[in-house]
């Protein structure tokens, strides 16, 4: 077992729990769930305050999850507006821009509020109205946040796309929600470098409903074209209202939509609605980064991820914080750019991923040793498992040994943190979230008969028992679609996808995705999408993608490829294709070794035998097990002869 960390007295002291108050809490959350969410859901101001509490079911056939049902309220009057009544003058957003020569903002509460009013106002007079579906496609801009607040204003859904996605994946979601209104800007600087935004949202709209409005944000002032849909937000802005009253929402109204990747098909919309999920991303951000009124609270993400939305915008905004919004890359313009924005800044919670970690730690100590780290009280980590190794380092060389590290599993789905060492509560444990939030119920499942594995030191699936208030409701268009990918394989159980141990303490340790799902760099992506978009190429037959380990980015793309008869395989076309993956999917998606396949491992019944394509990727082809089912078992020696991982 390698070194854990106990909290030390100061920092049990000051955080929201210790140990012992975790283990009451916790105890009181799992045995009366009303009782306690009753409590904690007086953490946001309602309109009509709820009545009823929890009604959620798993039951095959009827998953139905409700948090707060009867409650009213509204999420930017519950992140803007009742700050301005206490801390007006406070500064609510950071903005640090991707060059680090021009410089930072700090937005205020109050100046938040006209902000997000006039924002919300010039989305009513684009005739966007409660219930309706709005993506955004920005940069990490203050615009985006004035953006997704001024949706929650008015009752509109926001559907967050990454900037770096591309145009058909754009049009994919826009079409999926069936969205009113793209807000995007004209260009994303990011890195140094300059992405097209409003050019990218241009072809995306080509395959869109005609009436689909563009309201367009000025980022650099670069040029760009401009049609009759388009809409200039900075002209607008001029002239709209600074006052707007908040929508009454009802709890279980829809939020926000967010893609993600699942193992099957096309991105599914994942739907969080306003009450619970406000309520979860606040105490999480509240318990788990120990923040406290005066703190600096800093993740890394981007608000196209389900991170930002937690932990940049609504969990950060809705306990009253100071947040920043940073528009740039770890590296960009050099290794050191995280560490100088913390000095700046004076950030005391800094949040982000392994693989972020992991480059820096290979950029040299001496990139973080050259700021001033002192204000650093606590960091965490999220996206994948990490590395012991990278775990210690960002450990002594980062926090200099006093700042416990929060390794938080979650994901888009759950809306907040499920697994999470709690700071000065928890004995760290590098490489193990650890502990179950306040009213999460994790079980460990055996894959094969689906029976609950009780006890300590055991291995299966990682499944969640019971609702919290920040759970998914269902898949945007298609609840079935919610009951079969998340409660289809384990019935009474939410199926995370994850494997995971409980070792001998209870701790758990989630080993990753399970499922068709790999993790590239924090990002999910579906092997199903980037086969799909490969077998779009006029080259190629057939496609099997796998992942494989990564020093940097925890999990590489491998990808085999079986061309069209008469095809060739050459350098040349190894770059087109990844280059058509880029376009069709995004950067994040391009192939980091494309195999030549003249055949893929098939069983009788035709199905690829995806287990064995992953150990030849692993380079680890001494136990490939079973191959006597494969219709073909011969096409296994010709890709291991040729496989593109040596060792
Ligand atoms: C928040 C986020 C979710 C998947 C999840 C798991 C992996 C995230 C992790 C972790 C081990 C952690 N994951 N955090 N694995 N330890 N601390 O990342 O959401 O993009 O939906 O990804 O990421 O595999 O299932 P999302």
Redesign the pocket.
């Given at each position: 077992m390698s070194n854990t960390y106990p909290p030390t007295e100061a920092q049990a002291k000051r955080a929201h729990a210790d140990a012992e108050t975790y283990a009451k809490m916790y105890s009181h959350s799992i045995t009366d769930p009303e009782g306690f969410w009753a409590e904690e859901g007086k953490r946001l101001d309602w309109i009509k305050p709820y009545t009823k509490v929890k009604n959620s079911s798993f039951t095959p056939g009827n998953i139905d999850i409700k948090w707060f049902e009867d409650g009213t309220l509204n999420v930017s009057a519950n992140c803007v507006d009742r700050h301005v009544e206490t801390r007006g003058d406070q500064t609510a957003i950071i903005w640090e821009p991707d060059d680090p020569k021009d410089d930072a903002k700090h937005i205020t509460y109050r100046e938040l509020q006209g902000h997000v009013c006039r924002m919300a106002n010039i989305l009513q007079s684009l005739g966007v109205s409660k219930g309706d579906r709005v993506v955004l496609y920005l940069p990490m801009i203050p615009e985006a946040a004035y953006a997704m607040l001024a949706c929650t204003r008015i009752g509109a859904v926001h559907s967050i796309v990454f900037a770096g996605f591309s145009p058909d994946a754009l049009g994919a979601r826009i079409n999926g929600c069936d969205a009113k209104l793209v807000i995007t800007a004209d260009y994303a600087p990011r890195g140094g470098r300059e992405t097209p935004l409003k050019s990218n949202a241009d072809a995306a709209l080509l395959h869109c409903k005609e009436n689909v409005k563009c309201l367009v944000v000025k980022r650099t002032g670069g040029q760009t074209t401009w049609t009759d849909r388009d809409y200039d937000y900075n002209e607008l802005v001029l002239e709209a209202d600074d006052y707007q009253k908040p929508e009454e929402m009802n709890a279980e109204d829809p939020l926000f939509i967010l893609y993600?990747s699942g193992s099957t098909g096309q991105p599914k919309g994942v739907v969080h609605t306003t009450g619970g999920y406000l309520v979860y991303a606040s105490m999480t951000h509240q318990y788990t980064f120990d923040y406290h009124d005066g703190d600096v609270f800093w993740c890394t993400a981007d608000v196209g991820?389900?991170?930002g939305h937690s932990y940049i915008v609504y969990g950060p905004l809705a306990n009253g914080a100071t947040t920043i919004m940073f528009e740039g890359v770890p590296t960009f313009p050099d290794a050191g750019r995280f560490w100088e924005v913390c000095a700046k800044h004076k950030v005391t919670q800094f949040y982000t991923a392994p693989t972020a970690i992991r480059a820096l730690m290979g950029a040299g100590d001496d990139h973080v040793k050259k700021h001033d780290l002192s204000d650093l009280r606590l960091l965490g980590?999220?996206?994948?498992?990490?590395n012991p190794e990278a775990w210690t380092w960002y450990y002594n060389v980062v926090g200099g040994g006093n700042c416990p590290i929060v390794?938080?599993?979650?994901?888009?789905?759950t809306g907040g943190h499920m697994?999470?060492p709690l700071p000065g509560a928890t004995t760290l444990k590098p490489g193990a979230?650890q502990t179950p939030f306040f009213g999460v119920k994790p079980v460990v499942l055996d894959p094969q008969s689906g029976e609950e594995i009780h006890g300590n030191d055991v291995e299966g699936v990682l499944c969640i028992a019971d609702s919290w208030p920040g759970q998914m409701r269902t898949v945007w268009g298609d609840h079935e679609r919610f009951e079969k990918t998340y409660f289809g394989d384990y019935k009474g159980y939410y199926f995370?996808?994850?494997g995971c141990k409980r070792d001998a303490d209870g701790d758990y340790w989630?080993t990753?995705?399970v499922d068709d799902?790999i993790?590239v760099s924090?990002?999910?992506m579906g092997t199903a999408e980037v086969e799909s978009a490969l077998v779009a190429h006029a080259k190629v037959a057939e496609s099997a993608v796998v992942g494989y380990p990564h020093d940097i980015k925890g999990q590489g793309i491998y990808a085999y490829v079986t061309l069209m008869n008469g095809e060739e395989p050459s350098d040349e076309l190894r770059k087109e294709l990844e280059t058509w993956v880029r376009t069709e999917i995004g950067p994040i998606a391009k192939p980091d070794l494309i195999q030549w396949a003249p055949g893929l491992p098939k069983t009788r019944s035709g199905k690829i035998m995806r287990r064995i394509l992953r150990k030849i990727a692993e380079d680890d082809f001494g136990a490939l097990g079973d191959t006597s089912t494969l219709a073909d078992p011969s096409v296994v020696d010709d890709l291991i002869a040729n496989r593109m991982n040596r060792s």
């Open positions: 993600t991820w389900v991170t980590s999220v996206g994948e498992p990490i390794d938080t599993f979650w994901q888009t789905e697994l999470t979230a995370s996808g994850d989630v990753g995705r799902v993790n924090g990002h999910r």
